[in-house]
């Protein structure tokens, strides 16, 4: 069974920094194309960081320079550091990979999420 799981959201003052983590259980995360989204209530969920299958990686503009994604192949897991929190930037942070097989057929899989509240 495939799973993603998030960890490290927590209660962040304003400005300050946080590091989630995405563990990788019944699949590799090596090579696979991962990201970070973040959903708020009543909106869409939005891509703040990924890395693509050639190893690429892209940023949201709003986060460029305060975010940074990174993955570890030896511990399967994939991180986001969070630097300078704003309030906006609350949110429920998700953990995305994906692969495609040469035939074409294509996998997905979502992490449960974890809660990002930056607030004083």
């Known amino acids: 069974q495939v799973q993603l799981v998030e960890s490290g959201g927590a209660l962040v003052q ?3 920094s946080q590091r989630l983590s995405c563990a990788g259980s019944g699949i590799s995360l090596t ?3 991962v990201a970070w989204y973040r959903q708020t209530p009543g909106k869409q969920r939005e891509l703040v960081a990924a890395i693509t299958y050639g190893g690429d990686i892209n940023y949201v503009d709003s986060v460029k320079g305060r975010f940074t994604i ?3 192949n030896s511990k399967n897991t994939v991180y986001l550091q969070m630097k300078g929190l704003k309030p906006e ?3 429920v942070y998700y953990c ?3 692969y495609r097989l040469q035939s074409g057929l ?3 899989y979502w992490g449960q999420g974890t809660q990002v509240t930056a607030s004083s």
Do not use: I, L, N, V
């Open 31 to 33: 090579g696979k194309a």
């Open 96 to 98: 995305h990979a994906e």
């Open 106 to 108: 294509g996998f997905s």
């Open 14 to 16: 304003p400005g300050g």
């Open 89 to 91: 930037e609350t949110a």
């Open 70 to 72: 990174s993955r570890d």
